[in-house]
T-cell receptor, first 117, second 111 residues
Framework: GAGVSQSPSNKVTEKGKDVELRCDPISGHTALYWYRQSLGQGLEFLIY????????KSGLPSDRFSAERTGGSVSTLTIQRTQQEDSAVYLC???????????????FGPGTRLTVL | DQQVKQNSPSLSVQEGRISILNCDYTNSMFDYFLWYKKYPAEGPTFLISISSIKDKNEDGRFTVFLNKSAKHLSLHIVPSQPGDSAVYFCAASPPGDQFYFGTGTSLTVIP
């Protein structure tokens, strides 16, 4: 079946411009995560959507970052007034949430490589 | 504050030998742990998991060990193969919450 897809795969933008990154999770997955991986760094949690609950935005680095998840499916991560330090690979993942002792792993998309010039 | 730590950014191992990747965590509420493998230009893929009710889980050449008292888990790969060369991330989750990832260990298996 189809996995997690992300678009675009690559995005080059100029400093100060806004960008939108899209994630299509696996159908039926109620949990959706955004991470970013900067050069030489690990995975940095950004935001987490679970069903109809309010998202966990605790990882968003600044108010220039926002995300939506429409209809419990597709998600868009928006970065306003991009800065050079925003350059990174942005990864989306989805998972089902089972019983407390049977979590499912996350399935990751291929990522969007963002370059801010 | 990094709740999941992988203190070795890189590891080199000879083909056929054992690779041991380590991960430490600080939150005693974590009850589910996973290892992911990531090749360049690809998203991470799930490798193996363990819940806190176990101390060992084995899947082929991959074994994960959990030491709850030490808040430490490790991934053993034996025998190591050149195709195992990748970045390995450990992740942990408390009940009903997000996953926390380590910063990754880059494994190179030398033919």
């Amino acid at each position: 079946g189809a996995g997690v897809s992300q678009s675009p795969s690559n995005k080059v933008t100029e400093k100060g411009k806004d960008v939108e990154l899209r994630c299509d999770p696996i159908s039926g997955h109620t949990a959706l995560y955004w991470y970013r991986q900067s050069l030489g760094q690990g995975l940095e949690f950004l935001i987490y959507f679970q069903g109809n609950s309010a998202p966990d935005k605790s990882g968003l680095p600044s108010d220039r970052f926002s995300a939506e998840r429409t209809g419990g499916s597709v998600s868009t991560l928006t970065i306003q007034r991009t800065q050079q330090e925003d350059s990174a690979v942005y990864l989306c993942a989805s998972s089902t949430r089972g019983t407390p002792i049977s979590y499912n792993e996350q399935f990751f998309g291929p990522g969007t490589r963002l370059t801010v010039l | 504050d990094q709740q999941v730590k992988q203190n070795s950014p890189s590891l080199s191992v000879q083909e056929g030998r054992i690779s041991i990747l380590n991960c430490d965590y600080t939150n005693s509420m974590f009850d589910y742990f996973l290892w992911y493998k990531k090749y360049p230009a690809e998203g991470p893929t799930f490798l193996i998991s363990i819940s806190s009710i176990k101390d060992k889980n084995e899947d082929g050449r991959f074994t994960v060990f959990l030491n709850k008292s030490a808040k430490h888990l490790s991934l053993h790969i034996v025998p190591s193969q050149p195709g195992d060369s990748a970045v390995y991330f450990c992740a942990a989750s408390p009940p009903g919450d997000q996953f926390y990832f380590g910063t990754g260990t880059s494994l190179t298996v030398i033919p």
